[in-house]
């Protein structure tokens, strides 16, 4: 009966072993340690978009036993936050954390993978590129820079951004300079305004001394770490710009590639693991982040007049479609994209919507 027992047990041992490990000729968990470098665009730890890096990394290292370590490079440790693509590129760090719509000088075509304005949310976005072509799309983009990238982060609807005027009628966007990066940049400009793309760590420093009279940043989890608020009276809504911002994991091809199977499959398992995980946090931190701002520190809450968001989606319609016609892998992004979410936004009418629409007229006790 013992010698039974033990029998069984062993083979509860080589089970787990197999899911772990896969049992590969090559398992990773008998090597040596690897050990890889993380650069972020992100200040370092910085709630939300750094403290997601810094998951991702944890969920890594755990995951692998140990045989993989990864450590991560906050913005300006070893490159500058919009370095992350080319550092990574050339194998100066295996990885990066950042977003996609920074690399517009690259290719046109890595912005889709960011955010699109008017586009899809964090639900759709994520059904696109794991049960669409987004994925796949995604790495034909980035083929030629030596780079395999993956979703890692995602969050939601953001707001609209910080001013430091109203924003009454169209006539307001005329020459206001605002940080804001990617699709949502240019659709700004062709309203009229001046986009600046800078990064998160001199954003408060701009406005604060006029460089800039307004930028997006996030939503308020992040900016009210950020103290924008004391630098900026009016916050708006909704993020038309960034309905749902895929973060992206990095990784550099020949990295990947010197890995075994095992060790492939926990990066993509961890990656999908923080994409779900940030999101989730953005949900359930962003309105206590809202109510302090609001009621401690004064903050105007405003909601963009109905005559700026429809002349922003009249411009933004136009340019998204013209901006993907660069070539045919271009083309072919667009036509993936659109036919996606139109596909569940037929859905989503009868589904999501209707359903907020139901909850926001019933009855409150």
Request: aromatic share 10%; no cysteine; hydrophobic share 40%.
């Amino acid at each position: 009966m013992n010698n039974r027992r033990k029998f069984f047990k062993s083979l509860g041992l080589l089970s787990a072993t197999a899911l772990v490990g896969g049992l590969h000729p090559k398992n990773s968990l008998a090597k040596t340690k690897i050990k890889w470098k993380m650069v972020t665009s992100w200040p370092k730890n910085f709630p939300g978009l750094g403290a997601g890096a810094e998951t991702l990394a944890r969920y890594i290292n755990k995951l692998s036993g140990g045989s993989l370590e990864v450590k991560v490079f906050g913005a300006n440790e070893l490159v500058p936050p919009l370095g992350v693509f080319d550092f990574v590129s050339s194998g100066g760090a295996e990885m990066g954390h950042s977003g996609a719509y920074y690399w517009k000088g690259k290719t046109e075509a890595a912005q889709f993978f960011s955010s699109v304005p008017f586009g899809m949310t964090a639900q759709e976005m994520n059904s696109w590129l794991y049960y669409g072509d987004g994925i796949k799309l995604w790495e034909e983009v980035y083929e030629n820079f030596n780079l395999i990238p993956r979703p890692a982060g995602n969050t939601g609807v953001q707001m609209g951004g910080w001013f430091n005027k109203e924003i009454l009628s169209v006539d307001d966007l005329q020459g206001l300079k605002m940080r804001i990066p990617g699709l949502g940049g240019e659709v700004l400009a062709r309203a009229g305004g001046s986009p600046q793309q800078l990064p998160l760590a001199e954003v408060y420093t701009a406005l604060q001394t006029g460089v800039i009279d307004a930028t997006e940043l996030v939503g308020p989890y992040n900016d009210l770490a950020q103290s924008i608020h004391s630098v900026a009276k009016y916050y708006y809504y909704p993020g038309w710009h960034e309905p749902g911002s895929t973060l992206e994991t990095l990784i550099n091809k020949d990295a990947w590639e010197s890995l075994p199977p095992d060790l492939q499959e926990m990066i993509a398992v961890a990656t999908r693991a923080i994409n779900e995980d940030m999101l989730s946090e953005f949900t359930a931190k962003n309105n206590a982040a809202l109510n302090v701002l609001i009621e401690e520190h004064g903050v105007e809450l405003r909601a963009f007049p109905e005559d700026v968001i429809s002349k922003l989606r009249e411009i933004s319609k136009g340019l998204v479609k013209e901006s993907m016609q660069e070539n045919d892998l271009s083309r072919r992004i667009y036509s993936s994209y659109m036919e996606f979410l139109e596909s569940v936004e037929n859905y989503h009418r009868i589904s999501e919507q209707a359903f907020l629409e139901a909850r926001a007229d019933a009855p409150t006790n």
